[in-house]
């Protein structure tokens, strides 16, 4: 990056018509040169492309007039540049933080396990009480895990009735009876019908997770 800011303000009085950095003696120039470095590294979403063209355009007043090339005078351009391109730095950066975000193989042990401990709760609780809770306490995946296992079989529950009484009951409630609404309700019905007809049978579930 700072080959790059360099490069331009060397070229300064040639582009812009500003002998500003001819003019610096070396500190000067040496200060000027690590200010507007540390003014791009504070932009997570700066590049190299990215200081470059900004530098190029600015100097040929694509962003409006100036006089000084200084630390405030880039903070606009860089403004304007974020400004024309926000949409896809947006983008950029929310990809990298999902990538950022991906969890590790101890995180996703972890919460598996957490997810196995909510299941044993559950089944202890319906054990005592002879009361199940809905699946959504205990996590959707449940249900299609053990459907994929062979092990709850859906149609075993008679589920044309099992929707046509939710429909009936939605009826109650609401003048426009949603399918989507039917079949996550009818799915919880199978699902407590399935918990407490593997505890009558003493099927221990809870062992085979």
């Not at 950095?21 to 700066?46: H, R, T």
């Not at 950029?92 to 044993?120: H, M």
């Not at 429909?167 to 039917?182: A, D, F, I, N």
């Amino acid at each position: 990056m700072k080959a790059t800011i360099l490069k331009h303000l060397q070229k300064m009085e040639f582009v812009c018509g500003l002998k500003q950095f001819k003019d610096y003696n070396q500190d000067e120039a040496k200060e000027l040169l690590e200010c507007l470095v540390d003014l791009f590294s504070k932009y997570g979403w700066m590049t190299e492309a990215r200081v470059d063209y900004i530098l190029q355009a600015g100097m040929r007043g694509h962003y409006g007039d100036f006089y000084h090339v200084n630390e405030k005078t880039v903070s606009v351009w860089i403004n304007q540049y974020y400004a024309h391109h926000q949409s896809q730095i947006v983008q950029e950066v929310q990809a990298l933080n999902n990538k950022e975000k991906e969890p590790t193989d101890e995180e996703i042990a972890y919460w598996i396990e957490i997810g196995k401990q909510i299941f044993r709760d559950n089944y202890q609780h319906a054990i005592e009480t002879g009361f199940c809770r809905d699946l959504a306490e205990w996590g959707v995946n449940w249900f299609n895990k053990f459907q994929e296992k062979g092990i709850l079989k859906p149609w075993e529950f008679n589920v044309e009735n099992l929707e046509s009484d939710v429909r009936k009951k939605l009826r109650l409630t609401t003048r426009y009876v949603e399918e989507s609404t039917v079949g996550a309700k009818t799915k919880n019905k199978i699902w407590k019908l399935f918990i407490l007809d593997a505890i009558k049978n003493k099927k221990e579930l809870d062992k085979l997770i």
